[in-house]
Structure formats: structure tokens, C-alpha cells
């Protein structure tokens, strides 16, 4: 039902995105295919016009550098989902999806020269160095290779949004506790941390310790994952519950929330608060 009610919510193009979230890549792919077949179309017009020869084979290698967006369509969506589920800055990913377009239309651009050179000598029998290729394809091709690029990663980035925005509609609001015969609601909001209590866990908030019937792991997936992190294998925090860092100055911290309660930060889980404090 939740997943249902954050749907509906969404915008028409919202939805869609929501919906085809890997279908997006095939769009570009499909778009490249359309765009160097329109290429070849314009270039037999264009010979039928002026009277000229009309050579498939010929017209074909110089399109190569166009059917090169369609394996790196595929490429850039794979990077950007690997990009976003890494721990690092907004400043850094951005600097890395620049990086990102920049490698791929360089190497798009050297392939597709090299390998037009290369089959050129072969099968006609005429010789245009590499280097005349990428002068000639930075000068024509420069401006719609990256905006190819830019969409498609925006198109990418769109699509991650879009879905985070429905994981997080779809989280909980509030938890359930018993205490006896009574059932206490717990608003998310209101948790500064929760820990391992076995056979139950203990979720901490202003009014006291609840004791509640599910894992560490379990409740983890119900709860919003931006704001609740483990930095224990006993523990979890709300981040927005943290004072401080506290280093020990051997490599470990200490978690000081607000409040004054001091958790350990375990090594292993010392990445996931990177982002933020580090």
C-alpha cells in the first residue's frame, strides 16, 4: 500500500522514469541507431540530388563514430549506477560524472578515428591519418557528442532521483512497541538510536528505551537509509541525532550524540558516516 500511495504521487513523467528505470538506456541506444541511420538517409538524398555515387560500404565506415553511442549509452548508465552507490560528496561526484563524459567522448572519438583509418587502408585503399579523424571529429561532432552525453546522464541521474524519492515515501513513519497489554507508537523522527538488546532490540528516543520484537538488519530496511546508519554490528544512529566525531587518535571514533551519550564507531561501518563527517 505505501508503495502505491508514494506512486500515485509522482508526476506523469515521474512515472514513467519509475516504471522504465531500465529501460532508459535502450531509449538512448535506440536514439543513437535512429540518428546515424538518418546520417546514412541524408547522404543518399544528397547523392540521388546531385547525381553522384551513392557507396553503402564507404558511407558506413565514416558513420562508425555514431554507432559508437550505442554501447557507450549502455556504458554510462552502468557507471553512473555504480557512481551512486558509492559513499563520496556531491562536489567529488560531480567532478566524477565531468570525468565520466570527458574519457568516454575521447575514447569514442580515438576508437572510432582508429578503427575508420584502419579499415579505410584495407578495403579502399586510401590513407587518412588518425590524427586528421580526431581534428576533423572535434570540429563537428564536438558540441553533440557531449550534449549526447550530458542528457544521458541526466537522464540517469533523473531516473536515481526519481526512485530514491519512491524508497523514501515507501519507509515508515512511525514503529510499534508493546509494553504490556499497551501498544506505544514511535515516530521515526523522534529515534536517536537503536540497539542490539538480544532476543529484541532497544530503540532510544527522547521519553526513554522501548524494547522492540525485530533485528538490526530487519528494521534498518523500514527506515529511511539517509538519515539512519549502522556504525556498529549493534548498533544504529539517526544522523541528525549526531553531535560530533570523537577521535581516539589510533584510527577509531566515538559517536557523541546530542544529548551527551557516547557510541563506538566500528571500523567496518566507519564509511558509511564518510560522507558526512569525513
Known amino acids: 500500500m505505501g508503495k502505491l500511495i508514494a506512486y500515485q504521487k509522482l508526476g506523469k513523467i515521474e512515472k514513467w522514469f519509475a516504471l522504465n528505470k531500465n529501460k532508459a538506456n535502450h531509449f538512448f541506444a535506440l536514439a543513437a541507431l535512429l540518428v546515424t541511420a538518418s546520417a546514412i538517409f541524408q547522404d543518399f538524398l544528397f547523392s540521388e540530388i546531385n547525381n553522384t555515387g551513392f557507396y553503402l560500404r564507404e558511407v558506413l565506415l565514416f558513420k562508425i563514430f555514431w554507432l559508437f553511442f550505442i554501447p557507450f549509452s549502455y556504458i554510462i548508465f552502468f557507471l553512473h549506477n555504480k557512481l551512486s552507490q558509492a559513499s563520496i560528496k556531491s562536489v567529488y561526484r560531480v567532478l566524477l560524472l565531468i570525468l565520466i563524459i570527458a574519457s568516454l567522448f575521447a575514447v569514442q572519438v580515438l576508437s572510432s578515428s582508429v578503427l575508420i583509418s584502419s579499415l579505410g587502408t584495407a578495403w579502399f585503399g586510401f590513407r587518412i591519418t588518425v590524427w586528421q579523424l580526431i581534428t576533423t571529429k572535434l570540429i563537428n561532432y564536438l558540441g553533440i557528442g557531449f550534449l549526447f552525453y550530458v542528457l544521458a546522464i541526466w537522464v540517469a541521474e533523473y531516473i536515481y532521483r526519481t526512485n530514491e524519492k519512491l524508497k523514501r515515501d515507501k519507509k515508515v513513519k512511525i514503529i510499534t512497541v508493546r509494553e504490556g497489554k499497551k ?21 532510544h528516543t527522547e521519553e526513554g528505551k522501548f524494547l522492540h520484537s525485530s533485528t538490526l538488519k530487519e528494521i534498518l530496511k523500514e527506515l529511511d537509509n539517509s538519515n539512519f546508519v549502522r556504525i556498529h554490528r549493534s548498533t544504529i544512529v539517526n544522523v541528525l541525532e549526531i553531535e560530533k566525531l570523537v577521535s581516539r587518535l589510533n584510527g577509531d571514533y566515538d559517536v557523541l550524540m546530542k544529548g551527551g551519550k557516547e557510541l563506538r564507531l566500528s571500523r567496518n561501518y566507519k564509511d558509511k558516516l564518510n560522507s558526512r563527517f569525513f
Open 183 to 203: 501498544i506505544i507508537p514511535i515516530n521515526v523522527s523522534e529515534i536517536k538510536w537503536i540497539s542490539s538488546d538480544k532476543p529484541y532490540i532497544s530503540i
